[in-house]
T-cell receptor
Framework: ETGVTQTPRHLVMGMTNKKSLKCEQHLGHNAMYWYKQSAKKPLELMFVYSLEERVENNSVPSRFSPECPNSSHLFLHLHTLQPEDSALYLC????????????FGPGTRLTVL | GNSVTQMEGPVTLSEEAFLTINCTYTATGYPSLFWYVQYPGEGLQLLLKATKADDKGSNKGFEATYRKETTSFHLEKGSVQVSDSAVYFCALSDKSGYSTLTFGKGTMLLVSP
């Protein structure tokens, strides 16, 4: 499945760094999502975009800043992260905001030192 | 609120054994139900889905039936292979407003030759 791609696949950063995660979907979908997957915890929905408008933000700290410049691209800008932010960050897309089938990318494994 | 409960893992089986991974849910209305699979080092892949009561989702030899009376969506496979070793996630979408998935914690399956 190469419909949703994410770069980089692995990222190590210090707490004072600024970095960005990129997601691109090639499925013609109109909705995109960021999830956080931590060890031994259910996947946590972070952000939802539909037609490039943010429609949901699940109380995510401001050190995570999403950007959706068009319906094919989604970014997650990171700054001043904490070690507990180390996790696998997954991007997903769906046909539209009301479509219940989501397709996931391979994820970015983030380690914060 | 919505919730999904999966059996604790890991589930350890020999090749060609029968697999059952239990999943029960709590939701308002009539959600859609999903099984996703995550192979080591990869993102989530949609395995199968069912959108209404008594529907059976199937793919790659895996099956799950939407049981409204028992609020369950158990995953089964008649004969597992080593290549089925992965983490399996049960999820629901309540189809209200924008699509959001509620995931279980995941069940690791280990299949030995």
């Amino acid at each position: 499945e190469t419909g949703v791609t994410q770069t980089p696949r692995h990222l190590v950063m210090g707490m004072t760094n600024k970095k960005s995660l990129k997601c691109e979907q090639h499925l013609g979908h109109n909705a995109m999502y960021w999830y956080k997957q931590s060890a031994k915890k259910p996947l946590e929905l972070m952000f939802v975009y539909s037609l490039e408008e943010r429609v949901e933000n699940n109380s995510v700290p401001s050190r995570f800043s999403p950007e959706c410049p068009n319906s094919s691209h989604l970014f997650l800008h990171l700054h001043t992260l904490q070690p507990e932010d180390s996790a696998l960050y997954l991007c997903a897309s769906s046909q539209d905001g009301g479509s219940d089938t989501q397709y996931f990318g391979p994820g970015t494994r983030l380690t914060v030192l | 609120g919505n919730s999904v409960t999966q059996m604790e893992g890991p589930v350890t089986l020999s090749e060609e054994a029968f697999l059952t991974i239990n999943c029960t849910y709590t939701a308002t209305g009539y959600p859609s139900l999903f099984w996703y699979v995550q192979y080591p080092g990869e993102g989530l892949q949609l395995l199968l889905k069912a959108t209404k009561a008594d529907d059976k989702g199937s793919n790659k030899g895996f099956e799950a039936t939407y049981r409204k009376e028992t609020t369950s969506f158990h995953l089964e496979k008649g004969s597992v292979q080593v290549s089925d070793s992965a983490v399996y996630f049960c999820a629901l979408s309540d189809k209200s407003g924008y699509s959001t998935l509620t995931f279980g914690k995941g069940t690791m399956l280990l299949v030995s030759p």
